[in-house]
C-alpha cells in the first residue's frame, strides 16, 4: 500500500508539469517499466549463471585465457557480496517499476483500482519476463551468460556500492544474531552429489558397471579399517627366523608368494618381511655363509583398527610392501600388503588357480567364499545382512549367529536369505551357498529376523 500511495503521488506530479500531455507520461512511464523490466531480468538471471557456475570451470577459464573470465573470477572471490549486490540491484529495479505502474494506472483509474491492477499487473510481468524466462535462459547458458554479463555487473556492483556496504554488513550481522553461516556456498562439490554423478553417468552410458564400482570402492577407502582388508592369522604363510635360506624360498615357491614374513618363536612376534628376490641372490651368492634373519627387511605392527588410507600413505612414505597387523592384546590378528590395498580399490586380482570370491550359478543364487567380507556379500548381491563389530566375514555372520561351528550341508536362513554351508576345513566355512529367495525383502517387522536352521 506504500508503494501505491508513493505511485500515486508520483502521478499527481506528474501530471501538474504543464509541459507534457497524458500520452507523453504514459509513454515515458511504459518505456522506464520496459527498461526496469530489462533490469529485473539482468539481476535475476545474474544469480542463476554466477551460481550455477562451479568454481574448478571458473578457474579453468582464466587458465584458458578466455575473455571476463578474470571478472567473472573477481565477482565470484566474495560470493555474499556478489549476493548482495544482486539483491539490491534487483530490488530496486522491482520497487520502481511497482511504483510507476501505480502511477500510471493511478491516472485513468481510482486510487483502489489502480493499487490492484499494479499489483496483479507487474507481478504477472515480472515473474514472466523478470524472473522466469531469465533464469531458464541463464540455467541452459550458464557459463556464456556469466562471461556475456560480468562487466555489467561490475559495474552494477560500482554503481550501487554505498548501499550494497550498508546491506552486507547489516545481514553479516543479522546471521551472526540468528546463529547462521554467512558463508553463501558450499565446497565446489560434495561426496553425495559425486555419487549422484557417478550414478547418473552409469544410466546414462557415459561409464560402465565396472568403471561405477571402481568409483564407488574409492569412496568407501577412506572408511575401511585394517582389519577389513588383511589376510587373516590362519592364512599367513611365514617362516622362523631359524629356517634356512632354502627353506624360505620353498615356502614362497610352495605358496605362490613373493615375500613373507619372518617370526621370532611364533606368529605373535613377527621381525620382519623376506622377499624372494633377496634370498634367491643371497642362495646363489652368498656360499652358504648368509642366514635368514641377515636379510630380513623390517615392517610396521599397526592396529586393527588403523585407517586404510592413513596406512597407505605411511607404506609409501617408508617404501613397505607388507604390514602386521595386531589385534587389541597386541597379538598377530593378520597381515596387509599393497595388493590388498589396491584391490580394495580395482577388485581381486586373482593368481594362478585362486578361486574367485563371487562364482554365480543363477539369478538367485550365488557361492561365496568366507572370507569376504559381509559388506562386500551386500554389495555384489543387493542384500542387507547385517554388519557388525563382532564379524566381519560371511563365515563370522554364520558363526555369530548359529553360536557354534557348523557342518558341510547345513541350511540357515535369514530374512529370506538361504545360506548352505558348501565347504568346511576343520573350523572354517571355505564356501557357502546363498539364495536370495522370493521372499526377500520381507514385509518390515519390529523384530530382528533369527537365522534358523
Known sequence: ????????????????????????????????????????AFFSSSEIAFFSLPQHRIESMVEEGIPNAETVKALKDDPHRLLVTILVGNNIVNIAMSSIATALFGIYLSQGQAVVAATFGITAVVLLFG????????????????????????????????????????????????????????????????????????????IDEEEREMLKRIFTFNSTIAKEVMTPRLDITAVSEDATIEEAIEACIGHDH??????????????GVVNVRDLVREHQYSEGTSELRDIVQPTLHVPESKN???LLAEMQENRLQMVVVLDEFGTTEGIITL???????????????EQEPF?????????????????????????????????????????????????????FEYDGVVIEIEEVDSTR?????????????????????????
Open 1 to 40: 500500500m506504500g508503494l501505491s500511495l508513493v505511485g500515486m503521488s508520483l502521478a499527481s506530479g506528474l501530471l501538474q508539469l504543464p509541459a507534457l500531455s497524458t500520452t507523453a507520461i504514459t509513454g515515458l512511464g511504459i518505456v522506464a517499466i520496459v527498461l526496469l523490466i530489462g533490469l529485473s
Open 131 to 206: 524472473e522466469s524466462a531469465p533464469k531458464s535462459y541463464a540455467v541452459e547458458n550458464t557459463e556464456s551468460w556469466a562471461l556475456r554479463i560480468a562487466g555489467a555487473l561490475k559495474l552494477s556492483e560500482y554503481v550501487l556500492f554505498p548501499l550494497i556496504i550498508v546491506f552486507d554488513k547489516l545481514t553479516r550481522i543479522v546471521n551472526k544474531a540468528m546463529g547462521s553461516s554467512s558463508a553463501i556456498e558450499s565446497p565446489y562439490v560434495t561426496r553425495d552429489e559425486i555419487k549422484d554423478i557417478i550414478e547418473t553417468g552409469e544410466r546414462e552410458g557415459v
Open 258 to 271: 613373493v615375500r613373507v614374513p619372518v617370526y621370532d618363536g611364533n606368529l605373535d612376534n613377527i621381525i
Open 308 to 310: 586404510v588410507d592413513d
Open 339 to 353: 595388493e590388498d590395498m589396491v584391490e580394495e580399490i580395482v577388485g581381486d586380482i586373482l593368481e594362478g588357480d
Open 359 to 411: 562364482t554365480r550359478l543363477d539369478d538367485q543364487t550365488t557361492v561365496v567364499r568366507g572370507e569376504v567380507n559381509i559388506h562386500e556379500v551386500n554389495e555384489v548381491l543387493d542384500i542387507e545382512l547385517p554388519e557388525g563389530q563382532e564379524f566381519e566375514t560371511l563365515a563370522g555372520f554364520v558363526f555369530n549367529r548359529a553360536g557354534r561351528l557348523v557342518e558341510e550341508g547345513e541350511t
Open 429 to 453: 566355512i571355505l564356501k557357502a551357498r546363498l539364495t536370495v529367495t522370493d521372499e526377500y525383502p520381507k514385509t518390515e517387522s519390529d523384530d530382528e529376523p533369527e537365522l534358523t536352521e
